[in-house]
Each structure stands twice: as structure tokens, then as C-alpha cells.
């Protein structure tokens, strides 16, 4: 893929003082992290392995959208590549994300289709869920 | 030919450079001065700069901070919750952690859309009222205590999207469970009596709600969200201005020192971190007001369907529900025993349950619970049953409302893109040995 800078002309201007304020906004979130977490920053890499896959789509999501929030986010969706791809736009118009390079965003769209498609089900929280109780499933599996 | 290029082997050879032709970001001698042209991606170095920065690229990039572990994390003031997200903070209530009748707020749940403010005190802080009002007004906290009649109030609280897990194909969001929901005791003053105050003009036709947490790009002018209800709402008297929280201060992830607490309906209309309230004379159009966020068709729509944004209409009251809280699902009853008390909660946005029956045999046969009336109009409501099992086994107990307007909870929730208003019937596992 190329990566051209003339394609990102007004970078520059758009995005203006935003990152003052990210500086800010991130420090804060840093306050809530217990020092176990916290501590987790010395390492040299970061504890993201549990990102399914690899590859450029993987390292693009990883890296941008977990600038704004967490992967946790992302990692509970089940979406077909068309609903990944309004949410990219909703992402784009909405909430601030810089337009990915086509490429990128292809790249993108491929990986989260691939990983996070309808059939993944939303289950990556913290812990099983307690007992769902909304689904078609069992609760206790036989014993 | 000239072989193109990855983003990750343009960071990975020289980050600085990419970020440049990436997104336009410039490094100053400081390392800050990656700030000062920052796009989006630029959050991730700045909290490589906030703290000690001495990775390589492009792990430098991603925040270690948010790593993707939320096992560690932890919110001062709750515990027992199951969350979600950190960033933004999203967790929720194990439905045994919602037994009491008035939750505690260690266990109340946590939605937030943005960044919460740094400053949570009281002093200082100002509600504004202002738009189709007579008089713009601004009080300090103990202006508003002050001036209006103080009341207390059990009062249900849900997310628009609890149960949004149980949806298939999956819906987009937040994948809460159950556990989006609180019935807390909340003290303030009324909203009406605060828009009276003002002097409510003819053409105000609906509430806008502003707050002072700020969004996750990092972006002053966008907001995380602003919500409002139509005018009727805000004058009923159990739309509250609050800044008590079952006596105590608000928790600061539940919007202190001042939010609303608009009952029944969808939780992000209860603005928190509240600080101004405008109305208005068209339906407010602030952020997470249009849809599809917290609308649904007003049609039955295929699961998994696109459904234009026409054809959407905004929340507004909860749908009947119920939640089993005791015992916590898995149970495994005594050898020998077979009777089993359950208990839990009912509820109904901006109605009253008037049945609630619970079944064991897979919804084939019901039993009426006993059901008591809400405390104050929009507490959820107490149930319990007594059951006895006829044999030993696996036992699921299912839980069904009913409400005033003889709406019953369903098997199966109807699909809407985004997830909201699943209040199929709860169920718990029960294992009865011998």
C-alpha cells in the first residue's frame, strides 16, 4: 500500500489543539488505573495479545482506535463488513476519527469483518457473563 | 517497481517522519510538541509522553495504558461490577447485586459516553437555565436547596441498551447484560419547579441537557452527549435535579456533585455532571439525540436489517422488565430440598406492574409471585415466590412482568440495529441434586 503525504494536505490545520486536550483528557483517565495496571506501562509490550489475528488491519485498530477508547469496545462487536464500514463513517462524522487512506480503511474493514463478524459472539468483557438469562442458551452447561 | 509501503513499516522505520506524512503532526524539541498537530492518533503518544516514554515505535503508539485488560481495573467507591469498558467507563450489575431495594452505590451501574470532569465538588458548581425561559437563571447547588422543596425518591434507572447482549445477530454498543439498571434513593429538587422558575414560555417544546464531561477525541468542540425529553417529561414531579445519592454524595462516575434523574426513560436522558438546561422550541438535536442512537424503528424490522433513518423514532419509556436477583443463578439447592424462595424486582419505565409470575418448567406452567406496590411512583417494585420442585434436575426459573397497560415481557425481544429495549423475561439456572 502507499502512504502519501500529499493525500493529508490539511492534517495540520484540522486538527488544530486537539491534542493539548488529549494530553489532559488521558491524564485524567490515567488517575482511575490502579497501580498494578499502572505499572504495566514500563513493560516494552503492551498487554494487547489478546487481540485476535495479526497483520496490518490488527496493528492499525490496535493503534487508532485505542487512541479514543478501548479495544474492549470493539473486541464485543459482531458486525458484517457493511455495518463495520458505517461505523468507521459514524466514527469519521461523529466522533472526531481522522479519515483513514483508502488502503488503510479497506485493510481495516477486512480485519474487523474477518474477527469481529457477525458470528463472533460479543462475549470478550472482563469475565464470563454473569448469567446472560436473555438468550436461547443454557445457563449451566450439564454436569 | 517501486514497492509500496505499510503504515506499520513507515512507524516502525521512522515514527516521527510517518506522523508527519500520516497526519500532518509535527515534533517540537519538547516531545509535547508532538501535540501541537496532533490528530486522534496523537492520544496514544500522549500518553507515551505522559509517562515514561521510552518505547519504540509503533508499541509507543499504543496506549499500554489502555491495555486490553480491564481485569485490574478498578473504580474507587464500587465493587462487585463487571465491566465493560474503561475507556469510556462502562460496567454493570451482577443481578444478585441488585437484591437490595435501594441499590447501593458500590453496585450502581456506570455509563458514561465521555470523559467525566476532573472536578466533581459542589463548590463552585452552576446550573444555568436558559433558552425559551422568561429569565435566564444560574444557581449555585445550595441556591436550588434553598429556594425549592427538597424530596427524596426511590427512583428505576436504565440504560437504553441493557439487555443489548442478548440480541441476534449482535447489535452494536456497549454489550451489557442485565445489569444497566439502579433504584437508587435520590435527593433534590424538582425540574418543574426550576423551569417554573424561570418562567416556561409557550414555545418550549423540549429540554436540552448539557453536561460538563468532555469527549473522548479530546476535541473542545465536540461534545460526548446532550439529551433532552419533551417538555411534559420535564414537568412531571419525578423529574429530578439531583445531588444526594442514597444520602450520601453522588459517586463521580455517576455524575456528581449535580445531575438529573428523569425516571423510566432511556438513563442518558438524566444528563450527569449537569450544568445547564436549555429549553427549547424544536426537539433538541444535540449529540446522541438522532438516529439510529437511542431510537428504533417504529416498525418490526428482519433481524440484522439496514432501516433508514426515517424511519426511526427516539426513546422513550423503558418497556416492562424484571430481574430475578435472589438466588444468584447456578444455585445448587441441599440435598433433599426441593422448595425455593426467589425473589427479584419489577419494573416499567413510566408505568406500574401490576402482575409478576415466575415459571420452572420452561414458561409451560406460571406461578404469580407476590407483588408489592412501588414505595413512591417509579421505584421498581418487590417480588417474590416461593417454588417447589417436583423432582431433582436442572431447573431454569423464568421471571415475566406484567404492567397496567397489560403489556407482558416476551420471549424474545424485537431486533433494532441498535440494540435497545431487550426486556425479554430473565432467567437463573437452579440445580435440585436429589
Known sequence: MSMDAARFPDRVGRTGKRGVVAAAVCAAALVLLPPATASAQNDDTPAIEDMPGDGEGKWIVQSWCSACHSLNIVKQQGMTRHRWDETLVWMVNKQGMPDLPDDARATVLDYLAEHFGPDHRPDATFGQPSSTGIGLQPLMPPQ | ?434
Not at chain 2, 409 to 416: E, G
Open chain 2, 1 to 434: 517497481m517501486r514497492k509500496d509501503r505499510g503504515l506499520r513499516e513507515l512507524y516502525e522505520q521512522d515514527p516521527i517522519a510517518a506522523d508527519e506524512a500520516v497526519f500532518g503532526r509535527r515534533t517540537g524539541p519538547d516531545r509535547r510538541g508532538f501535540l501541537k498537530g496532533a490528530g486522534l492518533a496523537a492520544m496514544g503518544l500522549a500518553i507515551g509522553g505522559a509517562i515514561p516514554f521510552s518505547r519504540t515505535m509503533p508499541a509507543g503508539l499504543i496506549p499500554a495504558a489502555l491495555a486490553e485488560s480491564v481485569e485490574d481495573f478498578v473504580i474507587e467507591g464500587k465493587n462487585g461490577l463487571r465491566v465493560l469498558n474503561d475507556k469510556p467507563v462502562n460496567a454493570e450489575t451482577p443481578p444478585h447485586l441488585l437484591d437490595d431495594d435501594v441499590t447501593p452505590i458500590a453496585h450502581y451501574f456506570i455509563r458514561n459516553n465521555g470523559v467525566p470532569p476532573e472536578s466533581t465538588s459542589p463548590q463552585g458548581w452552576r446550573l444555568t437555565v436558559d433558552g425559551e425561559v422568561n429569565e435566564t437563571l444560574n444557581f449555585a447547588i445550595s441556591e436550588l436547596a434553598d429556594r425549592f422543596e427538597v424530596v427524596t425518591l426511590r427512583l428505576q434507572h436504565e440504560c437504553g441498551g441493557n439487555g443489548r447482549a442478548g440480541f441476534n445477530p449482535p447489535a452494536s454498543g456497549n454489550q451489557w447484560t442485565t445489569g444497566a439498571i439502579g433504584n437508587a434513593e435520590w435527593t433534590g429538587v424538582r425540574m418543574r419547579d426550576v423551569l417554573n422558575a424561570a418562567g416556561v414560555k409557550d414555545s418550549a417544546i423540549y429540554t436540552a441537557h448539557h453536561g460538563a464531561d468532555s469527549h473522548l477525541s479530546g476535541d473542545p468542540d465536540k461534545v460526548p452527549i446532550s439529551r433532552g425529553v419533551p417538555i411534559w417529561k420535564a414537568m412531571d414531579p419525578h423529574t429530578l435535579i439531583v445531588w444526594r445519592m442514597n444520602g450520601q454524595d453522588i459517586h463521580p462516575m455517576n455524575g456528581a456533585p449535580l445531575r438529573i434523574l428523569c425516571p423510566g426513560w432511556p438513563g442518558s436522558t438524566s444528563q450527569k455532571w449537569l450544568t445547564r438546561i436549555q429549553l427549547r422550541d424544536v426537539v433538541h438535536d444535540g449529540t446522541k439525540m438522532s438516529a439510529p442512537s437511542y431510537s428504533v424503528p417504529y416498525h418490526s424490522v428482519q433481524p440484522g436489517a439496514d432501516v433508514a433513518e426515517a424511519d426511526f423514532k427516539i426513546i422513550e419509556s423503558m418497556p416492562v422488565k424484571s430481574l430475578i436477583t435472589s438466588p444468584r443463578s447456578g444455585h445448587h439447592l441441599p440435598t433433599g430440598h426441593r422448595k425455593l424462595r426467589v425473589r427479584g424486582h419489577a419494573w416499567s419505565g413510566d408505568d406500574v406492574v401490576t402482575k409478576m409470575e415466575v415459571s420452572y418448567d420452561f414458561g409451560a406452567t406460571w406461578v404469580t409471585a407476590d407483588l408489592h406496590a412501588p414505595p413512591n411512583p417509579y421505584s421498581w417494585q418487590r417480588w417474590e415466590a416461593e417454588l417447589s420442585f417436583p423432582t431433582k434436575g436442572y431447573y431454569e426459573i423464568w421471571a415475566r412482568a406484567t404492567n397496567d397497560r397489560g403489556e407482558q415481557q416476551p420471549f424474545i425481544p424485537p431486533w433494532n440495529p441498535k440494540g435497545y429495549l431487550n426486556n425479554a423475561m430473565h432467567r437463573i439456572a437452579v440445580m435440585v441434586p436429589a
